[in-house]
């Protein structure tokens, strides 16, 4: 089966604290996304990999960057973060190539306060 | 900007009914995916779609596509309550196949 972990599934955080949170996925997969999902919002695309080092800017990347320095791991990182940035977070991966589906991980809750 | 519309947003319907979902989106592919989401869960892969015409079926649902339209349809037959969820469709498109969904269509199944 394939695995999509996110480190953490709650997370609590002040307003302008540096943010982390860390994705892993255990199959081997080329592309690797960040979602933010809000409600009547849908899944919005923040960043997308699609190899080692190599980053693509989704629909809504203001206020955050991201880290692949290995192929199994993409980092979200909230640089300075806003309450306007409290959301569910989700990370996915899939395997380069048409027809692949992605697979999610369980999703981080970030609060913003 | 590649827009994905579904509709509609909500559904509530009685066990038994018949019903369906609708996926337009706004540019030419031909891979549509569907998704299912359970309150506080992730996303589950339900169907893939990859061609003019395909239709994929598993137990009460069936998904179809036309691409000539740009819409994919996500009919359920004789609903149960299990099937109460949100119902999430995706487009992939250019050449690092970047995924963009539409907004959910959250089904409830009345008992």
């Known amino acids: 089966d394939v695995k999509v972990t996110q480190s953490s599934r709650y997370l609590v955080k002040r307003t302008g604290e540096k943010v982390f949170l860390e994705c892993v996925q255990d199959?081997?997969?080329?592309?690797m996304f960040w979602y933010r999902q809000d409600p009547g919002l849908g899944l919005r695309l923040i960043y997308f990999s699609y190899d080692v080092k190599m980053k693509e800017k989704g629909d809504i990347p203001e206020g955050y960057s991201v880290s692949r320095e290995k192929k199994e791991r993409f980092s979200l990182i909230l640089e300075s973060a806003s309450t306007n940035q409290t959301s569910m977070y989700l990370c996915?991966?899939?395997?380069?190539?048409?027809?692949?589906?992605?697979?999610f991980g369980e999703g981080s809750w970030l609060t913003v306060v | 900007e590649l827009k994905v519309e579904q509709n509609p947003l909500f559904l509530s319907m009685q066990e038994g009914k018949n019903y369906t979902i609708y996926c337009n989106y706004s540019t030419t592919s031909d891979r549509l995916y569907w998704y299912r989401q359970d309150p506080g869960k992730s996303l589950e892969s339900l169907f893939v779609l990859l061609s003019n015409g395909a239709v994929k079926q598993e137990g009460r649902l069936m998904a179809s596509l036309d691409t000539k339209a740009r819409l994919s349809t996500l009919h359920i037959t004789a609903a149960v309550h299990d099937l109460s969820a949100t119902y999430f469709c995706a487009v992939d498109i250019g050449d690092f196949n970047k995924f963009y969904f539409g907004s959910g269509t959250k089904l409830n199944v009345k008992p």
């Open positions: 996915a991966s899939r395997l380069r190539g048409s027809g692949n589906t992605i697979y």
């Open positions: 199959m081997d997969h080329e592309n």
